[in-house]
């Protein structure tokens, strides 16, 4: 069964650039939920969809990020404009369903803001 | 001059020695833990999980402990090899909550 896909896995921009990573769940997962991994630290939640909507997306700054999954599979999440305090790695996960059921996770998106 | 940023606990122990991982959670009404094992440049990586009405569950060469009186959790991984070297995870799935809340992380470093 293939895993969790993220694109890119890795990329550098400047401050006040924009990015933007793709994610493509474990098939057939109903949930996914974008992380944002600071070095050192725990994954902490961005945002959550079930299907094509947003299930929790209180820890997301939403002045310059945003995140959809129109079609209820694969999800974008874009930051713009970077800071320099954005540099993290991006995990993308999925399960399939939220409340206690095993979150998967991908290789993450490292992200390098200069 | 100073070091800036977090620095994970850490835990080394000799190859084919027995690791206990620690972890202490804080929502007394969390019902459902995973740990996770996070190798540089990657992602965290499923091991075991347990539920709430469970005290202990084991896995292959794993075997994870939940205490909720104290709300502690430990995991135990017999004959640690070099392959074990990594950063492990607790995460807990609170009472109602569709997402999982991280703990601090702990660095293992197996000597061989």
């Known amino acids: 069964e293939a895993g969790v896909a993220q694109s890119p896995r890795y990329k550098i921009i400047e401050k006040r650039q924009s990015v933007a990573f793709w994610c493509n769940p474990i098939s057939g997962h109903a949930t996914l939920y974008w992380y944002q991994q600071i070095l050192g630290q725990g994954p902490k939640l961005l945002i959550q969809?079930?299907?094509?909507?947003?299930?929790?997306d209180s820890q997301l700054p939403k002045d310059r990020f945003s995140a959809e999954r129109l079609k209820g599979v694969d999800s974008t999440l874009k930051i713009q404009p970077a800071k320099l305090e954005d540099s993290a790695v991006y995990l993308c996960a999925s399960s399939e369903q939220g409340g206690g059921n095993t979150i998967y996770f991908g290789e993450g998106s490292w992200l390098t803001v200069v | 001059g100073e070091s800036v940023g977090l620095h994970l606990p850490t835990l080394s122990v000799q190859e084919g020695d027995n690791s206990i991982i620690n972890c202490a959670y804080s929502n007394s009404a969390s019902d459902y833990f995973i740990w996770y094992k996070q190798e540089s440049g990657k992602g965290p990586q499923f091991i075991i999980d347990?539920?709430?009405?469970?005290d202990k569950r084991q896995g292959q060469r794993v075997t994870v402990l939940l205490n909720k009186t104290v709300k502690h959790l430990s995991l135990q991984i017999a004959a640690t090899q070099p392959g074990d070297s990594a950063v492990y995870f607790c995460a807990e799935n609170g009472a109602g909550a569709n997402n999982l809340f991280f703990g601090t992380g702990t660095r293992l470093t197996v000597i061989p």
């Open positions: 969809f079930q299907n094509n909507g947003v299930v929790d």
């Open positions: 347990i539920r709430s009405n469970m």
